[in-house]
């Protein structure tokens, strides 16, 4: 806050005045000055001069050094026109003389002074304003790099969770390998086996799954050895449509509906697509654990909706008919650790996770939802590269 100090008189000078209006006042004061004199006769004769250094003194103050002499020569004439000689007589001895030489010359002292007066304060106030000024300038200056030292501080404390996950997960991606590779030779050796159709459908989609984790690993294994991810062009659609697919059992099952309105042309996108699909199935996952007894999921993709996006890009919602996330959680919802899951259902792991993936795409996700009513995630993407793009990783570390 910015306490404004205003110096004690200068209310007055904070204005300038036209040069008309600066004489003007001089002539007024000194006619004035001489009426009063006039109607107060003698009783001010030997101070014949006092309302007149009065009306110096205000000229000067007022107006400025110009104004001031105008004045004092004013004040010289009327004095020795009309109050020292009646009209047609001029005899100016030597006493008369003396008086309207010190009166002059204490006219002219008051009126030098009195201008230099206001030009140190005219000269003070420009100081104040400027001075004034620069601490407005500073103080905001600190009150944007505050702002940011608060911004940094709150990144720090979001990432330094995500970096410690990170180094745990990869020491346990390390340790699944073995196992899940076993899992891959197993199957593709079932495979070669006499199966129905249905049987060899089932075991394909082990395989596949077991393909997944594979590469799951291998990407937080190599993200740990800070390799750089694979860029590469993706159709959002195809993305939506095979994760729908690898779900239709869990979907099935769940007893739940899912119905897309997906746009029939879309850019592509440049990024990790197994990245993007990971986020699809945290948030198809969070979707069927919502509905319990069965419900809809709706997927709708649309070419940048969003008024807040704005470059050119896609999005994309997905909407249920769950339970909803309580409002004391919505704020935090993609905080690491944060569940509205049962205990031993949900890590609190998934949305932080995803909304990494995301910005690590450029891309912003945000979740609206009611109780008792559902919760719609949207999604932006944008389908332009960025200049010094960030490896595309799950959750970034």
């Known amino acids: 806050m910015i306490i404004k100090f205003q110096p004690p008189g200068l209310q007055v000078l904070n204005h300038d005045h036209s040069p008309v209006l600066r004489y003007a006042v001089a002539v007024v004061t000194v006619a004035l000055a001489l009426a009063l004199t ?50 047609g007589q001029y005899d100016l001895d030597v006493h008369s003389f003396l008086r309207l030489t010190v009166f002059m010359v204490v006219a002219l002292l008051i009126s030098s002074l009195t201008a230099a007066r206001k030009r140190a304060e005219d000269a003070l106030r420009k100081a104040h304003d400027e001075l004034e000024m620069r601490v407005q300038e500073r103080t905001a200056e ?119 309105a997906l746009a029939e042309t879309l850019p592509a996108l440049s990024g990790d697509g197994a990245s993007l699909q990971r986020v699809l199935i945290n948030l198809f996952n969070n979707a069927v654990d919502a509905m319990n007894g069965g419900g809809t999921v709706t997927v709708v993709t649309h070419l940048s909706p969003f008024p807040e996006a704005a470059r050119p890009g896609v999005a994309m919602e997905i909407r249920d008919t769950g339970a909803g996330i309580p409002p004391e959680l919505l704020p935090k919802i993609f905080e690491l650790f944060v569940t509205t899951k049962a205990s031993g259902k949900g890590t609190g792991l998934g949305l932080a996770l995803s909304q990494e993936i995301v910005k690590a795409h450029g891309g912003t996700i945000d979740i609206r939802s009611q109780v008792g009513a559902g919760t719609c995630v949207r999604i932006f993407l944008p389908s332009e590269e960025r200049g010094g793009d960030a490896a595309l990783t799950e959750g970034g570390r």
């Open 142 to 260: 600190l009150a944007q790099v505050n702002q940011e030292l608060w911004n940094l501080q709150r990144e720090m404390a979001r990432v330094e969770p995500l970096a410690a996950l990170g180094r745990v997960t990869g020491t346990i991606a390390h340790e699944l390998g073995t196992p899940l590779n076993s899992v891959l030779g197993y199957s593709q050796l079932l495979a070669q086996e006499a199966l129905s159709d249905s049987a060899r459908e089932s075991l394909s989609i082990i395989e596949s799954q077991a393909h997944r984790m594979i590469e799951i690993i291998q990407h937080y294994l190599s993200h740990t050895r800070g390799a750089l991810q694979r860029h590469q062009q993706i159709n959002i659609n195809d993305l939506v449509r095979e994760t729908l697919v690898l779900l239709k059992p869990i979907f099935r099952q769940r007893r739940v509906q899912v119905t897309t």
């Open 38 to 87: 006039s109607l107060l006769g003698p009783s001010l004769d030997p101070e014949v001069s006092s309302l007149f250094l009065a009306a110096v003194m205000v000229s000067a103050w007022y107006g400025g050094l110009g104004p001031g002499l105008l004045a004092t020569a004013l004040a010289v004439v009327f004095i020795e026109t009309f109050l020292l000689y009646p009209v």
